[in-house]
């Protein structure tokens, strides 16, 4: 996997800051997308190396029309389309046609970096969302459940999970971004076994419940999907983002080589197969949503 040269971003692990920012084109000025792009990358390699204790990363990713248009190749990430609106509106479909994600040990560190991307790509695009995101106490989901557990851990699994291993788009990778809204106090009426069967796992613990313990719904059970023997696995970065006293939710950022294994959990979450949801829907929605590509540094650097 090591010859693969990807956005580093994308599997990195434990960074306890994330900056996400969703975009849209407002020019069709490609050439200039493009020396943005690599001013931007610029700057990051230099922060990499004058603050590298700080761990900073970034990802730039696109979505279908914009990867098209940028790449002038209809046949790269022949997976990715746009993400639609499901669940009857509970998950949004807001097609972007850019999302960066911005990750590091401290914020200060990437709110520079953010400002970087807003003076690079001034004029070129109009910022949609631009979010703040934080680890919370014990890597828990402002439900109070544990988020990421049975994420895949060390880099090389997260690569061979997340990274596409071959072919034209090797070093590339499918991501969906979504901000999510919770309603934390209507959660906090749920009695503790509501609140448990929500997602199939304890909440204290952060144990898995037996699969026939596990009402129908529940968030695990939804998102263990198996394919041809093997459990569909992706790579979450979701970081908790908000105000305690109004707006505040999950921003889910979710990598996979095969945009097919993102877009499965999300159709089983929303009810798609056999019209049952996820019962996270009783707390939260997402307001708003994006299929993208991420490119291979070589991708990137060929623009
Ligand atoms: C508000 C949004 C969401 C919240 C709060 C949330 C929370 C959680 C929690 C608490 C767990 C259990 C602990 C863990 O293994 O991480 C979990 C597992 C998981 N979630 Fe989510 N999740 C959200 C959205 C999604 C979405 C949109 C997807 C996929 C498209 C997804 C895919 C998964 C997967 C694959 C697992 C691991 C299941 C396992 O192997 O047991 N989640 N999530």
């Given at each position: 996997m090591s010859e693969l040269n990807y956005q580093d971003g994308t599997v990195l692990e434990n960074r306890d800051h994330a900056i996400f920012i969703e975009a849209n084109f407002k020019t069709d000025d490609l050439d200039a997308i493009k020396d943005a792009i690599g001013d931007f990358n610029a700057r990051l390699r230099s922060y990499k190396t004058r603050f590298g204790h700080m761990g900073l990363s970034a990802v730039l990713a696109f979505g279908r029309d914009a990867w098209t248009k940028l790449s002038?190749?209809?046949?790269?990430?022949?997976?990715l389309h746009d993400l639609q609106t499901m669940a009857k509106g509970m998950?949004?479909?807001?097609?972007?046609d850019m999302f960066v994600h911005i990750l590091s040990y401290e914020h200060k560190m990437n709110f520079t970096l953010a400002q970087d991307f807003v003076s690079c790509f001034k004029d070129l695009v109009t910022i949609e969302e631009e979010v703040h995101g934080f680890r919370w106490l014990e890597a828990r989901d402002l439900s109070g459940f544990v988020d990421g557990t049975e994420n895949p851990k060390g880099l090389q699994d997260r690569a061979d999970v997340a990274?596409?291993?071959?072919?034209?788009?090797?070093?590339g990778s499918y991501v969906i971004a979504q901000r999510w809204v919770h309603d934390i106090d209507k959660f906090n009426t749920f009695d503790l076994a509501k609140q448990e069967g929500t997602f199939g796992?304890?909440?204290?613990?952060d144990i898995e419940m037996a699969d026939e313990d596990k009402?129908?719904?529940a968030h695990t059970e939804r998102v263990v999907i198996e394919k041809d023997g093997e459990e569909l696995e992706i790579v979450r970065q979701s970081l908790p983002y908000g105000y305690a006293s109004s707006e505040k939710g999950l921003y889910f950022v979710g990598y996979c080589a095969k945009l097919s294994s993102i877009d499965a959990m999300l159709k089983n979450m929303c009810g798609e197969n056999d019209e049952h949801f996820d019962l996270m829907f009783g707390y939260t929605k997402a307001v708003t949503g994006s299929y993208l590509y991420v490119p291979s540094m070589d991708q990137l650097d060929n623009l």
């Open positions: 002038g190749d209809a046949e790269s990430a022949e997976e998950v949004q479909g807001t097609q972007r990274i596409i291993p071959e072919g034209k788009d090797a070093g796992r304890t909440k204290h613990d009402p129908i719904g």
